[in-house]
RNA sequence: GUGAGCGUAGCUCAAUUGGUAGAGCCCCGGAUUGUGAUUCCGGUUGUCGCGGGUUCGAUUCCCGUCGCUCACCCCA
């Protein structure tokens, strides 16, 4: 029989990587707690309608990315594709958002049935920010200058870019898509077959397309500036008046347009050119309508979502971990091992090493192959001799410094001291 | 969903114009019966992705299939 293997598109973060997401994640966290956001847990399966409603019917990510299966009871349930659909859905159930100021974190993965490539996964990893109650443009600064805070840490803030634009309200956007789709039909023969087919689905991402042959059609193409109403161009002109002020650079990239039907306002993207195809690290905009869309009151809202993965990638070579305090205990003997155990627990209750004691046996010579294969940068030997004295034989593993002698009481004590 | 490249040991890879496979790393044992990492010696690695075809004979050639990777589409 074949062995089962993972789902395709679905990873194993193995131990050695998994130290990179849990340093990443820590930073993140950290971060976003000290611009004040909360962290909000949301559930992996939400009611299919949630997504196809909010995201919008025409996009892929509805049409033919979710994983959609029926419940027991013959609801439609859906594995989240994104987390604003859910945070807004938990914020209106509990009343979060009424007259209220909310600033929300969350993360965690998410679930689009896509072809993988690098990049790109069908189970995937997002940390998420969102802001409700506040009409900007001063979050939307807040929101960036919080993004660039995480890339600084992270030590990448020279592989990213800001790449800024505006939609406008749903009266422009409306506005701008019929004048996008006359220009593109008065120019239909030139358009490639995805274009032709986005002309019906989605006009603004025309403007998206990689086709080099495209490229001079969408250059002339309408811009959405024309469409704007004066409300927008102040909240445009406010935002990029911040970002100058607080020395974020950004590019303002009249193309760039979302996939997502809620945006409006203010979009951006973190776009890097060091990982592959999918440049995208980390994504947003305004979503203003959509809490009164789902049934709460109209809430002005702007947020973002990073997609780990691909800042995981990015950031990897930059990183170094913290170093660990660990020490291999090695037990020679009887006596040794009945005692070994509790004597390491002692040891965990007294410092604030990690403490792996050898299992399976193995003379001392074996042991300390073992130890030194492990993380550990000390081995505690304790056999006969040093049961008798009371004492561990304390052993640097990585460093030139010569074996010494412990009393049992005092291991604690001086591997805290030590670090 | 579309296209291209690739599937040989746990990992990274080699080889055979068609004659049933090899290296490094890893792992185990020994030199070293209480001293690891270095060095030396020895040992185990395998339905050559799967199925079919051609052939005296296929890991090699052909067809199909599955898987992986990258790109398109789409998106974080």
Redesign the pocket.
């Given at each position: 029989?074949?062995n089962i293997?993972?789902?395709?598109?679905m990873?194993d973060i193995l131990p050695d990587t998994s130290k990179y997401w849990a340093m990443v994640e820590g930073i993140l966290k950290q971060i976003v707690l000290q611009y004040g956001y909360q962290e909000i847990r949301l559930p992996l399966i939400e009611s299919t309608k949630l997504f196809s409603r909010t995201i919008g019917e025409a996009?892929?990510?509805v049409e033919?990315?979710m994983y959609t299966f029926l419940d027991r009871n013959g609801d439609s349930l859906t594995l989240r594709p994104?987390g604003t659909a859910s945070c807004i859905r938990a914020g209106i159930e509990h009343g979060l958002f009424y007259n209220q100021v909310r600033r929300l974190f969350y993360y965690g993965p998410?679930f689009?049935h896509?072809?993988?490539?690098?990049?790109?996964?069908?189970q995937?990893?997002?940390f998420g920010v969102e802001a409700y109650g506040l009409a900007g443009p001063d979050i939307d600064a807040e929101i960036m200058l919080l993004a660039r805070s995480f890339w600084q840490e992270l030590k990448i803030d020279n592989k990213v870019e800001l790449q800024i634009n505006t939609l406008g309200n749903a009266d422009a956007r409306a506005k701008y898509r019929e004048r996008l789709v006359e220009y593109f039909k008065g120019h239909y023969e030139f358009l490639d077959e995805?274009?032709k087919?986005?002309l019906l689905?989605?006009p603004l991402?025309?403007l998206?397309?990689?086709?080099p042959g495209l490229q001079d059609l969408i250059k002339n193409a309408p811009k959405i500036f024309e469409c704007l109403d004066s409300e927008a161009r102040r909240h445009f002109d406010g935002l990029c008046d911040i970002l100058d002020k607080v020395n974020i650079p950004y590019v303002v990239n009249p193309r760039l347009?979302?996939?997502?039907d809620y945006y409006c306002l203010t979009v951006f993207?973190?776009v890097t050119t060091d990982i592959?195809?999918?440049?995208?690290?980390?994504?947003?905009g305004h979503y203003d309508g959509l809490v009164a869309e789902m049934g709460g009151k109209a809430t002005p809202a702007i947020g973002?979502?990073?997609?780990?993965?691909?800042l995981l990638s990015l950031a990897v070579d930059s990183l170094r971990l913290p170093s660990s305090d660990v020490v291999y205990f090695v037990l020679?003997?009887d006596q040794a091992k009945a005692s070994g155990m509790l004597l390491a627990d002692k040891i965990r209750q007294n410092s604030k090493v990690s403490v792996i004691v050898n299992c399976g046996g193995?003379?001392?010579?074996?042991q300390?192959?073992?130890?030194?294969?492990s993380e550990a940068n000390i081995?505690l030997?304790l056999?006969?001799?040093?049961l008798v004295k009371g004492e561990v034989?304390l052993?640097?593993?990585?460093e030139?410094k010569p074996?010494e002698n412990v009393k049992l009481e005092d291991v604690g004590n001086f591997l805290n001291s030590n670090n």
């Open positions: 029989m074949k293997q993972a789902i395709r598109g990873n996009t892929d990510i033919k990315e994104e998410m689009r896509e072809r993988p490539q690098k990049g790109r996964y069908r995937f990893h997002q995805d274009s087919r986005r689905s989605n991402r025309i998206d397309s990689k086709n347009v979302r996939g997502l993207e973190w592959g195809a999918q440049n995208a690290v980390c994504a947003g973002f979502a990073l997609g780990l993965e691909r020679l003997g193995g003379d001392l010579s074996t300390l192959k073992r130890a030194n294969k081995a030997i056999g006969e001799a040093e034989l052993k640097y593993l990585r030139n074996q």
